[in-house]
């Protein structure tokens, strides 16, 4: 059973184009919703994080959109880059798994076409 | 400092044979994860300690798999007998404390079993 569902499975975006990519969960006990970001033959890296306190946050290139009634989240990345192909990562996380609770979804690899 | 450090990189072993994946957490890290990475199912959590005590192995998918945390800066995935569906990249990853916490990953060791 996915806890957290992610779409698409893959994205192709022109350079300076906007990169779009959804998540959606149903435990409406998470409470932490990170994005993480994986190029090519690395491990995943923490990119931004949102929690349900606000609606969106914003980190350069990245934001964070977050709709708590609809249990949805959401990353746009503007001005896509060719440095900004890889794969991306949301998550969701609730205290009341214990220490571990990250949940991911099944990934979106983006390509930013130049 | 210098990150989750894993190995090997690249392991290919002919189905049957022992495995053993290695991985070293950052120092101060309280919480190690082992993942599995494939492409139908994503990251999958296999199991965790915290303080090199086992706490929740339910991601194990099967007594071929075991892993152990002798000290707080060693740990080690085994899979005896390995099998080809067993291929796949594993990651090992590290955090310090809080579950919110950023997640470090290595760089994966990525397994073939022929």
């Known amino acids: 059973q996915q806890q957290v569902k992610q779409s698409p499975q893959s994205l192709i975006v022109q350079k300076g184009g906007i990169s779009i990519i959804n998540c959606a969960y149903e435990?409406?006990?998470?409470?932490?919703f990170p994005w993480y970001q994986q190029f090519p033959g690395k491990g995943p890296a923490l990119l931004i994080a949102?929690?349900?306190?606000?609606s969106e946050k914003k980190e350069g290139r990245f934001t964070i959109s977050f709709n708590k009634s609809a249990k949805q989240f959401s990353l746009h990345i503007m001005d896509s880059q060719p440095g900004d192909s890889a794969t991306y990562f949301c998550?969701?996380?609730?205290?009341?798994?214990?220490?571990?609770?990250?949940?991911f979804g099944t990934g979106t690899r983006l390509t930013v076409i130049p | 400092d210098a990150g989750v450090i894993q190995s090997p990189r690249h392991e290919v072993t002919e189905m049957g044979q022992e495995v053993t994946l290695r991985c070293k957490p950052i120092?101060?890290?309280?919480?190690l994860f082992w993942y599995r990475q494939t492409m139908m199912r994503g990251l999958e959590l296999l199991i965790y300690?915290?303080?090199?005590?086992?706490?929740?192995d339910s991601g194990m998918p099967e007594d071929r798999f075991s892993a152990k945390m002798p000290n707080a800066s060693f740990s080690t995935l085994k899979i005896q007998p390995s099998e080809p569906r067993d291929s796949a990249v594993y990651f090992c990853?590290?955090?310090?404390?809080?579950?919110?916490?950023?997640?470090?990953f290595g760089e994966g060791s990525r397994l073939t079993v022929l």
């Open positions: 990853a590290s955090r310090q404390g809080a579950r919110t916490g950023e997640l470090f």
């Open positions: 435990n409406t006990a998470f409470d932490y």
């Open positions: 949102i929690r349900p306190d606000v």
């Open positions: 998550a969701a996380s609730a205290q009341f798994a214990g220490a571990n609770n990250l949940f």
């Open positions: 120092s101060g890290h309280d919480y």
């Open positions: 300690f915290n303080n090199n005590v086992p706490i929740d």
